[in-house]
Every structure is written in C-alpha cells, then in structure tokens.
DNA sequence: CTTTAATGTAATATATATATTCCATCTGAA
DNA sequence: TTCAGATGGAATATATATATTACATTAAAG
C-alpha cells in the first residue's frame, strides 16, 4: 500500500487538511493513506488524483523491482 | 467508475470465474466491477493489475475529454 | 431435449474503509 | 514563554466493499 501522495502533496505546497477538505476526506484518513496504512477505494484515489493533477500510476504505482513492468508497449 | 476490466479480461482469454478465482475474489464482484457499479479498494485493483499484466492507469483510467491529461510530463 | 458453462442479479452477513472527536507532540512566530 | 499550525495517533460510529448463497437466463454441446 506505498505511494507518492505524500511526496506530490508537497510539491505542490498543500498541507494535510488542505488537500484533505480540497479531496473531500478527513486529514486523518489522508494521514493513513500517506503513511501506506491504508486501501483506499478507487474512487478516493481519483480524488486525489483530480486535486493533484497525477495519475493513478503517478500516486500509487510503485515500480519496484519485485513487479515487472507489465509491458506497457503491447 | 468505468474501467477497461473486461476487454483486457477477454484479451487474455479468461472468464469471470477464472480471473476471480486468480485475483481472489469472488465472481460477483467482478462481475459488477465489469460492470462500473462498484469502487473497489486500490489493494483489489493491484491484484487484477497484477493477474492481467496491465498497470492501473490501463485498466481504470479512463481519458475521457472531460477529464484533463494531468501533464504526465510535468 | 438435457446439460453445462458463462453471466446477471438479489438477500443477507461480515469485514473494513472512512468520518468524527479528541489528545499529544513538534515547530515557528509573536 | 505562549500560541497557532501541522502532523501522528487512538476510540468509537457509520457507510460500504466484499463474501456467501442462491436463483435466473442464455448459448453451446451432448
């Protein structure tokens, strides 16, 4: 459950309740789902999505080299 | 919540039984995640990425002209 | 005409995501 | 030092995702 939330909030100068009452939800789920704690729904992740302007790949793929690439040219 | 579930399910030949079974849920609900009637958790999104070799943005980001491109490169 | 696989759908039960409220800690500004 | 913003965390309540079981329909195969 990792993802680059956290990171993008930053990037774009918003602070947890900010991003939080922008996307909809509470700062402390917006907390949890930072902190990887947490399986938000997918309609939560398009949320965030929208207010950050990233993609689902963007937020919460996490490349590692355990997962292969899943071909993204096929 | 519309998703590209079912056309990448019919791509690799699997039925709704199969891919359940294979992603560990149960029939019906993929059947109505097909179906864009439901808002499945992001864990359950990664499971289907993962039998279907596809990324999130493949299977559930939908490009709608509503829908901005969020700059991938950016 | 049966039988079976594939899918849709509904009722109920359970697990869990999310909200709500509250408290603690830290940091920076007055 | 005091105060306010930012964050982490816990307890409880509510909403909803998901499983379970069951029944119906359609199409293909015998």
């Known amino acids: 459950m ?3 939330v956290k990171s993008y909030r930053l ?11 922008a996307t909809g939800i509470t700062r ?3 907390s ?4 990887g704690e947490y399986n938000p729904s997918l309609k ?3 949320s965030l999505c929208h207010i950050l302007n990233k993609t689902l790949d963007q937020l919460f793929w996490m490349n590692t ?4 690439n899943h071909e ?3």
Chains 1, 2 share one sequence.
């Open 2 to 4: 990792d993802n680059n």
């Open 32 to 35: 949890l789902i930072e902190k």
């Open 65 to 68: 080299e355990g997962r292969d």
């Open 72 to 74: 993204k040219n096929s």
């Open 44 to 46: 939560l992740c398009f």
């Open 11 to 21: 990037q774009a100068n918003l602070s947890q309740k900010q991003l939080a009452t």
């Open 28 to 30: 402390q789920t917006l």
